[in-house]
């Protein structure tokens, strides 16, 4: 009996020892398949080795990695990095801000015509060129210079209708029946009127008055100052009225043209100051102020037509000059009289709709945490922020790609792999 109780506990005894090693090399084995590094290369992310090393492929330094397995499924992607990693990376951060920027701009363009400074000189009568003054374009004229001399049989009539209803009324000065003296000043009145409205000027017209010797010719005058650059006309012409001779144009005050990108938009205003430069004087900024944004888009260039008012005084710019210009629009506050959240534009990884961005986790050394955000327009080396991101957290933007490349070997979800949850831009 004493020999069966041994051979039991001798049973038993063995039994535990050789079963309880095993849960401890269980546990030891699942804390370092948790803790284990893997060095990967930051370009090719498919190469994982477990010492470090260079890349089989391109030479690169091997960069490590923490395979460690969170067991969060719904949890945003994160990883950990050993200092010595941090710095193998170059992982830099920065903070998410609220602050004033400055865009810029670029657009390119030409010099163009200010069309409330063009004006037409036209027949208002039919006749016969007999005489241009100016007989070629880009004259330099003044207002009030004589530009063509014309023959016309209607001016004739109109020249003598005046002088026979003006003598008429004289005679009729003294005439004690007012209505009829009345009625010949009218017509006087009329005659004057009529020969105003064909270009005429009261000193033409007085002269008239003066001779009192109809002419058959009339001299047609300037409007404005300007350069001519059309004419339409040869000596010996016959126009009938409407017909167009010069067109003129004021050179004092120009307008540039600028095409602006479909993107650059939300940044361009109403009296906004636009700098230009211009081949022909190197060096030498011009500026003027944004007059007009074309309500249309052109299909084939995806631009926008900008219109900038510009003094020219100086007659420095031409008509069909390149003009490379830049606006620069002070990002300040929100419709809502908040200032914008903005991060460097080398923190957010953007491919199609999605925009991520890796922020550092407060508490935990070496801890990047992947987050999807919306971004809003670029500001210069800024982005706005419309969601995702707080103020005072900080950023990766060197070195984010290299944290993708990781969080994608540990097949979690990153750039080109996307978890279902998230803000997304066209939400």
């Not at 020249?159 to 009625?183: A, D, H, Y």
């Not at 959240?341 to 961005?357: F, W």
Request: glycine content about 8%; charged content about 25%; hydrophobic content about 35%.
């Amino acid at each position: 009996m004493l020999v069966v109780l041994m051979v039991v506990a001798f049973t038993v005894g063995y039994f535990f020892r050789g079963e309880s090693p095993e849960p401890q090399k269980h546990e030891h084995a699942a804390e370092e398949r948790v803790k284990k590094v893997v060095w990967t290369c930051s370009m090719h992310p498919q190469i994982q080795l477990p010492k470090p090393g260079q890349c089989p492929i391109c030479g690169m330094d091997l960069i490590p990695v923490s395979n460690e397995e969170s067991g969060d499924e719904g949890n945003p992607p994160e990883l950990t990095m050993s200092e010595k990693a941090v710095k193998l990376a170059e992982i830099k951060v920065a903070p998410v801000e609220r602050r004033k920027v400055n865009a810029k701009i670029s657009m390119v363009g030409k010099v163009d015509y200010d069309e409330t400074c063009l004006a037409y000189i036209t027949s208002w009568v039919p006749g016969r060129i007999d005489r241009l003054y100016v007989n070629y374009t880009g004259v330099l004229v003044k207002k009030g210079d004589p530009m063509v001399y014309l023959y016309s049989p209607e001016f004739l009539t109109a020249q003598q209708e005046l002088i026979q209803s003006l003598k008429t009324f004289q005679n009729l000065e003294r005439s004690g029946m007012p209505s009829v003296r009345e009625t010949a000043r009218q017509k006087v009145d009329a005659v004057r009127e009529k020969l105003r409205l064909w270009g005429l000027t009261k000193k033409q017209i007085a002269n008239i008055e003066k001779r009192e010797k109809p002419s058959d010719h009339m001299t047609i005058y300037s409007p404005i100052s300007g350069v001519v650059i059309d004419k339409n006309v040869l000596e010996g012409m016959y126009l009938k009225t409407g017909d167009r001779i010069y067109t003129i144009a004021d050179l004092s005050q120009v307008w540039v043209k600028l095409d602006a990108y479909e993107s650059d938009l939300s940044w361009i205003r109403n009296g906004q100051e636009v700098e230009f430069e211009i081949e022909a004087y190197p060096g030498e900024i011009f500026k003027g102020k944004i007059g007009f944004i074309d309500p249309f888009l052109d299909t084939k260039t995806r631009t926008v037509k900008v219109r900038v008012n510009v003094p020219n005084s100086e007659g420095k710019l031409k008509p069909e000059m390149f003009v490379r210009a830049v606006v620069y629009p002070v990002v300040a506050d929100s419709a809502e009289g908040e200032s914008l959240l903005l991060i460097p534009a080398s923190a957010p990884l953007i491919t199609g709709k999605r925009t991520i961005v890796y922020i550092k986790v407060p508490g935990n050394k070496g801890t990047y945490q992947g987050r999807q955000i919306v971004l809003g327009p670029r500001a210069g080396d800024y982005y706005l922020v419309r969601q995702g991101l707080t103020e005072g957290e900080l950023v990766v933007v060197n070195g984010n790609f290299k944290i993708d490349s990781a969080i994608q070997i540990l097949a979690k979800p990153n750039m080109m792999s996307p978890e279902e949850s998230g803000p997304a831009a066209d939400e």
